[in-house]
């Protein structure tokens, strides 16, 4: 498994933006699938983006669409997330996630096998 470190939470102001970065450990960055979950207070896991190993193909979760953007540099082993227009319902825990699962459904949380410890964004209305 990758191991994987989020950074650049905080808090923002709605209608301001956040980047979030996932480092990740291991020579096999590339092969992995990334993802971004996040979790609110009191509720389940929810799909936001995931990115294929070239970084061609992406997804996101539809309240998103338009104002996220997920990246990947696979020489520096790195995931990112970048969010715009920011509101107070995108508050949450943002987690970092890595499969090499191929053909897995990539909104699934149980296609994941790696994880990172998390980080905060709160947006403030």
């Known amino acids: 498994q990758v191991q994987l470190v989020e950074s650049g939470g905080g808090l923002v102001q709605a209608g301001g933006s956040l980047r979030l970065s996932c480092a990740a450990s291991g020579p096999t960055f590339s092969r992995y699938v990334m993802a971004w979950f996040r979790q609110a207070p009191g509720k389940e896991h929810e799909f936001v983006a995931a990115i294929g190993v070239s970084g061609s193909t992406t997804y996101y979760t539809d309240s998103v669409k338009a104002r996220f953007t997920i990246s990947r540099d696979n020489a520096k082993n790195t995931v990112a997330l970048q969010m715009n227009s920011l509101k107070p319902e995108d508050t949450a825990v943002y987690y970092c996630?890595?499969?090499?699962?191929?053909?897995?459904?990539?909104?699934?949380?149980?296609?994941?096998?790696?994880w990172g410890q998390g980080t905060q964004v709160t947006v403030s209305s």
């Open positions: 996630l890595g499969t090499v699962q191929y053909g897995s459904n990539v909104r699934s949380l149980g296609s994941y096998d790696s």
